[in-house]
């Protein structure tokens, strides 16, 4: 590919993918004039955010399919109504990517590429001539979302090739690169963040009307504590769980509820989220159109409903009845047709599963989006997991007791008793925090890291390689890259 070639697409992705307000501004751009004044670098930033929250929420954090509903369907949460009984079943292979509608969406590995257009972005910014502050702060946002990214990537597939500097820089035909190892990748995540943090801004210091949703160290110290954990990193994990709680300003909110009501967005038990704004086209969260069933009485009859999501009924009954998280979701409803839907009483709606409701019902929504941002990272998932680290490094203790009861009170469940060894805790947090997170994409990352997800794979599919704790590579990339993208385990 030419180097001219590829900064025009490079240009045109910034220009299709920029917010609509913004666009306009970029229309004229060249190759001579982009990175030249802080209006470009803004520009350039807004097409990396839109990689974190474009229609349905993009592929990372969306909605509708990629790495948010992945998590959950592929585990013992959710369900679908629609032609994805590949995620459920885990009969996914390397041509899945070009076996169903949804094509795109399924193809995990096409978001290597935003990978490429983020340290692109990085590296055209550093030669920028703005100002150092400024320049300093897009940077290390750009940094971020590319270590953000790069962790979802590795979650679901592993590493994935990374594309020199040099190469990026000056492009002048096609290369094809090899995986780096876990460790490198891993590494390179580390670097992303630790390299950003000193010029981040505090959670405190950003406006929440106009700056929800960018960079801040609140979410770069919840990056590193996720990757510690997933690497089983208890040391430094723990160090980040502390920094995070030593902030001081994260709280738990006292109605589980509240926490996903429209009305309180952006509360402070949020530590990541991705702002939604309906009144702008595909901009909208679009889970209660997903989720629910056509029949499900709203009081807002503009709500659009597509009865595609539920919650599946072996994980609703793993609830104590107490539980007021279960208010999320709605095991029984009685139709608009009349009828009274229930486990025993399915019906179309409920056949599979119960209505995964999460969200409170927008009374201001029109047709298929609300203004609900969608939550990504809160301050209890902080604290579970505070109370999983003390138990792997020491078993369990008053200590980790301690913060795994934090959350509690608001659940109307008494306080848990001190297990009597450390697999017994590891059980209990795991079902916490099932019932704490659901619908909200972190159970297959649980799974895999407490050792359960094996399991689960055979229980619904008992002919699966236990090797495909990772999801596939699509066949496509495998032959593109001519024998240097090695495929994934049990493919």
């Not at 292979?93 to 193809?107: C, H, I, S, V």
């Not at 009274?340 to 989006?369: F, H």
Request: hydrophobic share 40%.
């Amino acid at each position: 590919m030419k180097k001219s070639n590829l900064l025009i697409f490079f240009l045109l992705t910034i220009v299709f993918s920029a917010c609509t307000l913004e666009r306009e501004e970029y229309e004229k751009l060249d190759e001579n004039q982009f990175y030249k004044n802080e209006k470009d670098c803004k520009a350039a930033m807004a097409n990396l955010y839109n990689f974190l929250g474009g229609a349905h929420g993009g592929w990372v954090n969306g909605v509708r399919v990629g790495g948010f509903i992945f998590s959950e369907m592929i585990t013992d949460i959710m369900d679908c109504y629609w032609n994805w009984n590949v995620l459920h079943d885990h009969t996914y292979t390397p041509t899945w990517a070009t076996d169903y509608a949804n094509q795109d969406e399924f193809d995990i590995f096409a978001i290597s590429r935003d990978l490429t257009i983020c340290r692109g972005t990085m590296l055209r910014i550093q030669n920028a001539d703005i100002s150092e502050t400024i320049k300093n702060k897009y940077v290390a946002e750009a940094r971020l979302i590319h270590a953000y990214i790069a962790l979802h990537l590795y979650k679901f597939i592993g590493p994935v090739p990374i594309v020199p500097d040099d190469d990026i820089l000056n492009p002048a035909e096609v290369k094809y690169y090899e995986r780096p190892t876990d460790a490198e990748f891993v590494q390179m995540i580390k670097d992303d963040v630790i390299a950003a943090m000193p010029y981040l801004p505090d959670p405190q210091e950003q406006d929440k009307s106009s700056e929800w949703g960018k960079m801040n160290t609140g979410i770069a110290r919840m990056v590193m504590l996720k990757l510690c954990m997933m690497e089983k990193d208890w040391k430094n994990a723990r160090k980040y769980a502390q920094e995070i709680i030593d902030m001081g300003c994260y709280k738990l909110e006292d109605d589980y509820m509240s926490i996903f009501a429209v009305a309180n967005r952006r509360n402070a038990e949020e530590i990541y989220g991705v702002p939604r704004d309906a009144s702008v086209s595909s901009q909208g969260n679009t889970w209660h159109a997903n989720s629910l069933p056509n029949l499900f009485p709203t009081g807002n009859v503009q709500v659009v409903k597509w009865g595609g999501y539920c919650i599946q009924w072996g994980f609703v009954h793993s609830f104590d009845k107490r539980d007021k998280r279960l208010k999320g979701i709605v095991s029984e409803f009685r139709g608009l047709d009349g009828i009274l839907y229930n486990e025993n009483n399915p019906g179309a709606p409920l056949r599979k599963g119960a209505v995964a409701l999460k969200y409170d019902i927008d009374p201001g929504q029109v047709g298929s989006g609300s203004n609900h941002d969608i939550i990504i990272y809160r301050y209890a998932d902080v604290l579970l997991s505070m109370a999983e680290i003390l138990n792997e490094l020491d078993g369990p203790t008053q200590k980790a007791l301690y913060y795994f009861n934090m959350i509690r009170p608001r659940t109307g469940l008494p306080d848990m008793e001190l297990p009597a060894s450390k697999e017994a805790f590891r059980d209990s947090i795991f079902i916490e925090r099932g019932h704490e997170f659901y619908c909200e994409g972190h159970r297959y990352s649980d799974m895999v890291r407490m050792g359960k997800y094996v399991d689960w794979m055979k229980k619904t599919n008992p002919t699966v390689n236990p090797s495909m704790i990772r999801m596939p590579i699509a066949d496509k990339y495998i032959i593109e890259y001519q024998g240097k993208l090695v495929q994934n385990p049990g493919y």
